[in-house]
Nanobody, 124 residues
Framework: VQLQAFGGGLVQAGGSLGLSCAASGRTFSRYATMGWFRQAPGKEREFVAS????????YNTDSVKGRFTISRDNAKNTVYLQMNTLKPEDTAVYYC?????????????????WGQGTQVTVSS
């Protein structure tokens, strides 16, 4: 199983950025839940959002709800994270992850597979 994230970069506060994560190596539909996490320097990895195979979404309400949208395209084996109204505190390395099994998984150790991470930097 391989997960590869794309789309990070530098953006000004208030701007938008879209991330994508392509899965390969197994039938994507078997990964009932896909998630995005982020990790800022000196901080623990933080849950951002997750989506089940049927499209049920869970968000880190305090940090991103209302600004970020997670989606997936099972036909393309890809999960997306659209980030709007970005803030400097959103600066982090963003990781996609896959969990075999359906549910609202918000803790990093619940995920079986991880991508390499992509840097998102929001300037003030």
């Amino acid at each position: 199983v391989q997960l590869q994230a794309f789309g990070g970069g530098l953006v000004q506060a208030g701007g938008s950025l879209g991330l994508s994560c392509a899965a390969s190596g197994r039938t994507f539909s078997r990964y009932a839940t896909m998630g995005w996490f982020r990790q800022a320097p000196g901080k623990e990895r933080e849950f951002v959002a997750s989506i089940t195979w049927l499209g049920v979404c869970t968000y880190n309400t305090d940090s991103v709800k209302g600004r970020f949208t997670i989606s997936r395209d099972n036909a393309k084996n890809t999960v997306y994270l659209q980030m709007n109204t970005l803030k400097p505190e959103d600066t982090a390395v963003y990781y996609c992850a896959a969990r075999i099994g359906a549910g609202s998984f918000t803790v990093a150790h619940e995920y079986d597979y991880w991508g390499q991470g992509t840097q998102v930097t929001v300037s003030s």
